[in-house]
């Protein structure tokens, strides 16, 4: 299987800055600066097909294409790297084993973009991935790779590291800006989007890290290529899964997005741990849906997923067992997202509040048949929160409530939760 | 008390970034690793470095997870309570830690030792259940392997 | 400009425009918590949904967040509209307390009305309340966190709009806790604003909390006394006691915020020893038998003396009405001395700065908001008038130069200041000439008016004066030819003085054959009065101001003078030893006790009529007619050229 984020792991340490370069590293950037423009780098990302990894999968190349060229003032670029989602930790492992495509990558991006001035967030936890970078960037800042005048030529660019100390919410875009401009990290209004006014007023793009990673392949392999990696006609690129749970091996690997979820599971996870039997999975994180069995053979790759009634977010492939009950799971997710909401809006600050109390009285057996309206309720009225974080909350309710509504209801029916003796 | 060393080390953090307030976070991360937590003359020394009251401090400070606002005494404990790790039985562990500690969630055990908190995912899901003491991460967590943990990190 | 239908209602707004305020301005109020005009958007209660039926939004969105657009089509009946606000009300009384009645917001409250209002009536949520410890906020203001529905409009008139830093919001999700890093009195000089803006009554008014309901108030548009900006506010009396005062929306001048000191300093008007009884020689009469001696005095006396020897003064806190009929009672004695003014330095300065600022070169506390250069003459704005501090300080967060000369800095509070200012020793050093909306501020003190000539034109000035109608006192000085009371009596003559609403300094009682004075002040001149009439006081009564820009503004009476129904002494009672019974007096009268006085305009025109039996002359007449009629809920009158011109 062709390896592209992957491509310079060594089994149980990071590649070094020599390696990196020795297996090809670098040598896009050194494309790029001496032979496109910055025009024609975000045009090879936009044919490319790249859709953001953080996600929303929204076309990275479009997104930078928002950027209003001349305005004066600096532009700015942040790579995502807060990673708080459960379920997920793609990024640590790429980071912790590479990382240098990221920084090559940001580098990349800030050409086309005429960025100066990048800055990596990464999460609190992620303090060897946050080494690893550091290394990372005094070492290309040494060969010349980032700083002033980089390769010779004009364009300058240097990046810094921003770590954070956890919230969940530091991961939404325009929190995040606030995070790292120091304030409160509670979302900004939309519009005005980052990419007009965003990071101290000036227009900023924010990307994830695998998405930023991404792009050096792309640079030096071209737009056709990398759609070609992919297992579905309409997709492109590989994508990094990460799942967790009941599998008898939960790893993080790389795969042609569009590879199918059963394939992921049974084949590179190797299937369910002895004597358990697949119940449910949520494909993408936490803020994604439950799959059933049903699903299993949904390409994972953004709009196929969006058809089965849920989202490829983040790659994070969570399994549950037959002995796992998904109200209770639901709870412990809704629980997550009740202690992380950044208390700015109504829906979400006190809506959450409300399912946690309506979920737990069901797990308990004090369910009542209304009880059903009221999640409805709640799983289309949280979508008016002031920002996805809400609506993302009530994924797994919203996942749980259209494919699993009878074991909900046994509950309420049984008076207890029928896996609990 | 700050050492001179590590005010100056922080005012130069705070004179490098963009604006003053950009440092807050490594500001009070470093203060926190000084003393083992914010405390309120933390809260004081972080305003002053970056040219904020202590209330601007703590409203950042209370925001995030990993600042402590409340004593951590000996090496802390963080147990992820997150959907992996309680996919994985986190739930146990936790009553485990307990009972092993004498401590409820928050509190500190009677030799000092250790702090016990649960938290967000770790991002290390793969390895459900986990648990980080200190800045050492602690995967695949079985009631027995947390006995050994223990007296090993005493 | 952008035309939409709301509700069926077309509706053509200025671009920009809410869809909220849209909505409000063909008389459709949309439920709405975190909305303020005043403050930045938020969007964060979420209550103020609609649904978008038609253009270029679709579904239900925020209407405070939306600007109007051309043609939106927007439901605020929508069933999917009123499902989420009343959600919405649901979620908030989650977590609150359900005890209005033991609630000092109780029938002012945001809340209160919006959960009424939305039909939310029964309980869903079964689990438990969160709550929180209350934080000790100083003597002003009494805190109450429960009662919080996280609207953030505390933390942003606080911060952003007042450019506070000890009080803020601290915690995340359900944690979110507005107040202090410890407990303390609040240290912004606006802060009493919390009151007004918070929805809920998580800020009640501590000197006036749990006296009264806000339908048992008494109350009435109003200017404040204290200084010469002219905010607007509105004192709430209940049984002749001012209870609380709040601010009042202006936006030429205050816009929707006072400051502390209006707010919290009512010490004046509810002082127990106000004097209320007319007294003639010290003994109590008739209100109507004072008047009486009053002019029998009056007249012998001039008839004795002379009329040179009488001075009538008034003062900087007179009513222009009140100024303007002393003027009268002075042209029916040939001679007399008129005065508005007790130093003729003060005097002088006050005409001056009417003089000084041509017509329309006055600027306003909002022409302050918008101003792009700023400069602030030696001054501590913070003690004088911190009102114009505040509008400064929206226009330096906009980004306006704001510079403060100061040949040497001392004694200038410049910490307290809620902007940064550039110091420069001189007033030459201020780039104006590149201001488009260029201000220069100077305090009630700054006399060096010279200094002013090389400002280029183009930029407006603001010229604080030590009285809230110290501009009017000078327009009437210079009018009626009066003279500062010192200087009248250097010359030797003055021997009799009828002080009105004035606060003379003891040493010019001295060596006088005759003192009357009429106050309601509690001020000393009561006693050593031959005759004493009490006054109402300005909450008491109407009367026009004129602030430091030449704007008159006109308050209105709130509530009727008298001692209040609170510690009325037990002489009214019917006993004079008995212990006061918790019930007020069963005895009929016509006019509460303490409060047979009259408006210090009314006891001059009475005055008149005593004196030549002909009644006084209307006051708005003349010269003064234009400023007859003025709206007390309007943004008052400029005055117009002629009434500045000498
Ligand atoms: C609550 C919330 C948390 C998020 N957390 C992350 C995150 O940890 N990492 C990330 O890359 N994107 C996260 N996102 C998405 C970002 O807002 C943003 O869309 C993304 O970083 C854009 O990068 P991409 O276009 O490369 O996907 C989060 C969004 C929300 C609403
Ligand atoms: S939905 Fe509202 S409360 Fe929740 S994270 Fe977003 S802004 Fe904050
Ligand atoms: S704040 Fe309003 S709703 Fe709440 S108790 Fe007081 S009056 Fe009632
Ligand atoms: S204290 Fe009042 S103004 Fe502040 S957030 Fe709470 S309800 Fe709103
Ligand atoms: S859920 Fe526990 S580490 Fe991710
Ligand atoms: S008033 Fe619109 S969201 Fe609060």
Partial sequence: MEQVLFRHNRPDRSVTFEEYCAEGGFDALKKALTAMTPDEVQQTVIDSGLRGRGGAGFPTGKKWSFVPRNLPGPRWLICNGDEMEPGTYKDRVLLEKNPFSLIEGVTLASYALGVRHAFIFLRRDYETAAANLQAGIDAAKKAGLLGERILGTEFSCDIDLHLSAGRYICGEETALINALEGKRPNPRQKPPFPAVKGLWGGPTVVNNVETLANVPAIIANGAAWFKGLARNPEGAGTKLFCVSGSVVNPVCIELPIGTPLREIIDQACGGLKPGKKFKACIPGGASTQFLSEAHLDVPMDFDPVVKVGSRLGSGAIIVFDEGHCLVEATLNLIKFFARESCGWCTPCREGLQFVKEILERIERGGGEERDLDLLRDHTRFLSYAFCAFAPGAMSPLDGLLANFEDEVREHITRKRCPLKG | MISEQLKKSLQQRVETAITPREAAVDVMKELQRHYGWLTDEAVGEAGELLGLSPLQVEELATFYEKIYRRPVTGKLIQVCDSISCWSGCCDGIIEHLKKRLDVELGGSSADGKFTLVPCCCLGRCGDAPVMVIGETFYGNLTPEKVDQILEKER | MPKLIIDDIEVEVPAGTSVLEAARSVGITIPHFCYHPALAIAAACRLCAVKMLDGPVKGIQMSCALPAQDGMVVS?????????????????????????????????????????????????????????????????????????????????????????????????????????????????????????????????????RFRARYWDYQYAPSICPHCSAGCNLSPQAYHREVIKIVARRNDEVNGWFICDRARFDKSDLNDPLRPRQALVDGSPVEWEAALNALATRLREFVQSHGADSLALVGSTRLSLEAGILLAELAARYKGVRLCYFIDPAEAQLSLSKVEWVPAGMAASQAELREADFIAILPCDLMEESPMIALAIRQAFVKGAKVYLVAPHLTALNLERLPFQVQVVPELADVPLGEAKRGIVVAGAGFADLKGLEAVPTGVKFVLLQPGPNSFGAALLAREYRAVPLREAIASGKVKGILALETDLPEELRQGLTFFAAADWRNNGAAEPASVFLPTSAWAETGGTWINYEGRAQRYRQAYKTGLPLRGLPARYYGSQEAEPPAHPPRVHRAVAPGGDTRSAWMLVAELIFKLTGEPAAEPYAGKWAPLKHIDPEGPGMRLPAELLAG
């Fill in chain 3, 76 to 208: 605020t009946t929508d069933p999917d509209a009123l499902k989420m606000r009343k959600l919405v009300i649901e979620w908030l009384m989650i977590n609150h307390p359900h005890d209005c009645p033991v609630c000092d917001e109780g029938g002012e409250c945001l809340l209160q009305d919006f959960t009424i209002a939305g039909g939310h009536g029964i309980r869903r949520y079964q689990g438990k309340k969160r709550t929180h410890v209350n934080q000790y906020l100083g003597e002003g203001i009494y805190h109450e966190m429960n009662r919080c529905i996280q609207c953030y409009r505390c933390v942003r008139f606080y911060q952003e709009y007042a450019g506070g830093t000890d009080f803020g919001v601290t915690g995340c999700a359900g944690r979110v806790y507005f107040g202090r890093f410890d407990d303390g009195p609040l240290e912004s000089p606006f802060s009493g604003n919390l009151v007004d803006i918070c929805p809920t009554g998580v800020f009640t008014d501590k000197t006036g």
